[in-house]
């Protein structure tokens, strides 16, 4: 159970950029990925912004399965896959495939395939549906699609968690390396921009109609986006035994459940401060050596409120001394790939000991008074870092990465 | 747990030795223009039987089926609401669509009236981990909170992600298990890619694992958790115990079902890892819950593994195929599977596989019968198998003190 469990490649899809180093350098620059939505008529919808990824060509990376018949979450994790892999030097070959595995997070599965059923019924042509359904809708396809692409048969494991499960993905597979049930894991989680979504939480009122502000007074919501995020995590045994650049140690997680109600946070935030508290706890952290916060920060009013009184509530008077920042203010909510892409930027602050910020963040809320790095990239020496996701259902999910001993 | 044959092991195991059969015309839907009308469904199943005059709309069908079944887990382990107000008690769900039905309702609604009338409530339940929120809200679970997907397997793999949560401490108590639901949706897409038996032609109304004769799966709908300890702190707080989790194995066949030798590799890879896990050989296991459902190649598949993996001992094993009764009830199938050999190994009956008449040539299951069979049952391994690749393995092993 003590095995050291590093991360050596990232592999992100984002509406901000493809591939680890453009992304990055977006990320620093403060750009933002928010634009009107194309993937379907958004004149219905009285909001009409959304962070979609833009020019991308599946082919370019399913090289094995027949990318047409992929669906759009399963070409992002099998991009953000192959860009991992290739970060991390590791050719799938070298591989025992029975010990290489897959465990992918997302909300929506493939809500494409559902959202065509639904299209077909309406108009009375079901019998437009096929095979094809079954093939591509339910959600584990996703991290099925991936060790399918390369060749990984050892563990396969999809975690539909909603908007944390990116969290849930790497902590379960940190899990399985650590009991020593494979070498190799990818992780992460993937989403495609889902009309379904989108209906939703423009119905709640939670979409912005502009920009998206977290920690902002006058936040009006957040943006729903699309994306993947892939880390490749091995232990540091053989990480080191390879000459790999390592990112980051995966140190532990916290996972929690409010048990309170389906879509609002508990009032105090008392699930997301146990599962900090927890993350504290398994990776052995004491909570003065947290050195960066990658918070859930959707930009809607309560969650921005909720989550800052729960960071309080784990690092009491440190708290404002901790660089806080929501990447949603650039990506917009990429849903189950949110965390994945989260914890990425996590290891890239590990590694290049530079934080990015949260934009749009002009006016702060009275309420959300702590530091949340507005506008503009820091260097900051970011020993210790926290990722912090929170899900429909209650699920909330504190992911910790630290420096290695190699870093 | 909630299923079609009742909602206690010792009904649903009676039944199933009895060779009860679930599966029935479909009366939850329309199935005109379907080509398999039967299905093991829950009829007049009503959750406020176990959960109460609660308000049980915000809660669809899989809610309610994994909230009723919680209830009764809860019940019969002894964890009182008062317990669970100072320990946190984990759920871990296996599901493979949750509520496709909720899903796609709450799409057509939009596009029939316009986004602004959505429905908020059910916006809540399209998310794939809506059930195992609802639940924890139902029965005030704090703990870990997990949804697991990998198809029809993702039952019996949340039952391993449950037991290794205990087994490296991260938590003291979790129900963990799994839920399907029978809805148009999941059903019509079962019926598209033809895996559904046919009523129609001399092979019967049934699904017949493993005979000549079989011509495809029926699904089926239902929950069931288990709630799985501490050995040493369930013994501390004076608990029944009914099994212990001795070990588990999965793997995945990256020809998603398409090559027969890798499937047949991936079934075998995940036996023999969960052999390795629980310390034990092949000749230790008595008897076994196969995964088979009537598929042509995927029981025999299924056969071929365990041959690969028992040799010459095949013949000696005892083996049932609960699916026959039940039928495939996807994310609920692997959980209902060890519930069922709970009680095999209390009761000493294994189920029998019911209209088993004449086993495909070359499958040497000597003890593969129509009816049940007395056994003595130590280790009992138990198999899931998904439709695309997905392979999981758990040994139950009776707990003496």
């Known amino acids: ?407 | 747990m909630i299923s079609a044959l009742g909602d206690s092991l010792a009904q649903v195991h009676d039944s199933l030795i009895h060779g009860l059969s679930a599966i029935k015309p479909i009366q939850l839907f329309n199935t005109e223009g379907l080509g398999c009308p039967l299905a093991g469904e829950i009829v007049d199943f009503d959750a406020s039987k176990y959960l109460g005059q609660r308000n049980l709309r915000p809660l669809d069908r899989t809610s309610r089926l994994v909230a009723s079944s919680a209830q009764l887990a809860l019940q019969d382990s002894g964890w009182s609401m008062e317990m669970r107000n100072t320990e946190e008690v984990g759920l871990v769900l296996g599901t493979m669509f949750c509520s496709a039905h909720t899903i796609s309702e709450f799409d057509r609604r939009a596009l029939e009236a316009g986004p602004a009338y959505a429905s908020p409530m059910d916006f809540s339940n399209t998310v794939i981990n809506a059930a195992s929120g609802q639940t924890a809200i139902v029965h005030n679970l704090k703990g870990v909170n997990t949804t697991i997907s990998t198809g029809a397997t993702s039952g019996l793999q949340a039952i391993c992600y449950g037991a290794d949560l205990i087994r490296s401490g991260r938590a003291r108590a979790v129900l963990a298990g799994g839920a399907e639901e029978l809805c148009f949706e999941s059903f019509y897409g079962f019926d598209r890619a033809g895996l559904l038996c046919r009523s129609d032609t001399s092979a019967g109304d049934f699904p017949i694992p493993f005979d000549a004769r079989r011509n495809g799966a029926a699904l089926g709908e239902g929950a069931a958790l288990l709630m799985l300890e501490d050995l040493v702190l369930a013994r501390e707080r004076g608990a029944r115990i009914l099994a212990e989790i001795k070990g588990h194995g999965s793997s995945y066949d990256c020809s998603r079902g398409h090559d027969d030798k890798q499937s047949v590799a991936a079934i075998a890879v995940a036996i023999r890892q969960a052999l390795n896990d629980a310390f034990l050989l092949p000749h230790e296991i008595d008897c076994l819950s196969a995964s088979a459902r009537g598929s042509r190649s995927g029981d025999r598949r299924e056969v071929e593994a365990v041959v690969s993996v028992f040799n010459c001992q095949t013949r000696h094993l005892p083996v049932t195929a609960v699916k026959s009764m039940l039928g495939e009830t996807l994310g609920a199938s692997g959980p209902l599977q060890a519930a069922a050999m709970l009680e095999t190994i209390r009761e000493g009956v294994l189920p029998g596989i019911p209209q088993l008449q004449q086993i495909e040539d070359g499958f040497p299951l000597k003890r593969a019968c129509a009816g049940p069979k007395e056994v003595d049952v130590l280790n009992g391994l138990i198999n899931s198998t998904g439709f695309d690749g997905h392979s999981c393995s758990l040994i139950l092993s009776r707990y003496e003190d």
């Not at chain 1, 990320?27 to 959304?50: C, E, M, W």
């Not at chain 1, 991308?56 to 990376?61: I, K, N, R, S, Y």
């Not at chain 1, 339910?138 to 944390?164: K, R």
């Not at chain 1, 949340?372 to 910790?400: E, H, Q, T």
């Open chain 1, 1 to 407: 159970m003590d095995r050291q469990i590093v991360i050596t490649g990232i592999g992100v899809v984002t509406p901000v950029g493809t591939g680890c180093e453009e992304f990055w350098s977006n990320l620093l620059d403060g750009q933002s990925g928010i634009a009107p939505v194309k993937s379907f008529d958004t004149s219905a919808y009285n909001v009409h912004r959304g962070a979609e990824v833009k020019e991308f060509t599946a082919g370019d990376f399913v090289l094995n399965l027949d990318a047409a018949h992929l669906g759009r979450a399963s070409q992002f994790a099998i991009a953000a896959a192959r860009l991992a892999l290739a970060d991390a030097g590791v050719e799938s070959s070298s591989l025992d495939q029975k010990r290489a595995g897959v465990s992918m997070g997302t909300t929506s599965g493939e809500p494409r395939e559902i959202e065509r059923f639904d299209d077909s019924f309406m108009s009375g042509a079901l019998d437009r549906i096929g095979p094809e359904f079954l093939a591509l809708y339910p959600c584990h396809v996703i991290a099925a699609h991936v060790a399918s692409e390369l060749g990984f048969a050892g563990v396969n494991t999809m975690i539909p968690t909603a908007c944390a499960a990116g969290n849930y993905a790497i902590a379960h597979a940190l899990d399985v390396m650590r009991a020593g049930r494979a070498d190799l894991m990818l992780a992460g989680g993937s989403d495609a921009f889902s009309r379904i979504t989108y209906t939703g939480f423009a119905r709640l009122g939670a979409v912005a109609p502009e920009v998206c502000q977290p920690f902002d007074r006058f936040r009006k919501g957040m943006i729903p986006g699309e994306g993947a995020g892939v880390l490749v995590l091995e232990p540091l045994s053989s990480a080191r035994r390879r000459g790999a650049r390592i990112y980051a140690e995966v140190g532990g997680y916290g996972l929690s459940c409010d048990a309170h109600h389906m879509t609002a946070a508990h009032p105090e935030g008392a699930g997301a401060e146990r599962a900090m508290q927890q993350a504290l706890a398994d990776s052995r952290t004491n909570a003065a050596k947290v050195s960066y916060i990658s918070a859930h920060g959707t930009g809607t009013a309560t969650n921005d409120r909720l989550e800052t009184l729960a960071v309080k509530r784990v690092f009491k008077d440190l708290a404002g001394r901790i660089p806080i920042s929501s990447i949603k203010s650039m990506l917009g909510h990429t849903m189950g790939a949110a965390s994945a892409i989260e914890a990425a930027v996590c290891a890239l602050a590990v590694f290049n000991d530079r934080v990015p910020p949260t934009i749009n963040l002009n006016d702060a809320d009275p309420e959300c008074d702590l530091d949340y790095v507005p506008n503009f990239a820091r260097d900051v020496r970011v020993n210790v870092a926290m990722n912090n996701a929170y899900a429909f259902g209650g699920n909330n999910a504190s992911l910790i990465l630290r420096k290695s001993v190699m870093n």
